[in-house]
């Protein structure tokens, strides 16, 4: 029968196997994910996921003592991290707004007279339908 130390090393070999596929499984769907739907390789914040993916690989290969590997890896996170957008606006420049017009002065009283309207008392008639 196996020791605990044996059962508890299995289950973190176990668990170290699984965390490195679910990384490579993400990478890879996120590349075909970016591959299908975004505009010239790009989608929204897809170059931090595979920031964040590919330093946490690079990490898993420089605990299992792979230095090499790992710093290939790193210089890939940051590649990426490089290439995402910033978080930032853009800052505001004088030329992006339009000069002013100068002022326009217009002459807007009439010079011809209007007549006032009659005052006529109303009648009592109510008008007829036309048929």
Known sequence: MPSVTTLSSGMSDMTSIWAH??????????????????QNGELLDSHLF???????????????????????????????????????????VAMAMAVPRAPLNTNVVSNTRMPEPSVERPTDLVPSPAW
């Not at 605990?63 to 290439?83: F, M, P, S, V």
């Open 50 to 92: 595979f920031f964040d993916r590919y330093s946490d690989l690079a990490d898993y290969h420089r605990l299992k003592g792979r230095t090499a590997k790992a710093d290939r890896l790193t210089a890939i996170a940051e590649a990426h991290y490089r290439a995402a957008p910033d978080d930032e606006p853009p800052e505001a």
């Open 21 to 38: 596929a679910r990384l490579l499984i993400d990478i890879c769907s996120m590349k075909v994910f970016v591959g299908l739907l975004g």
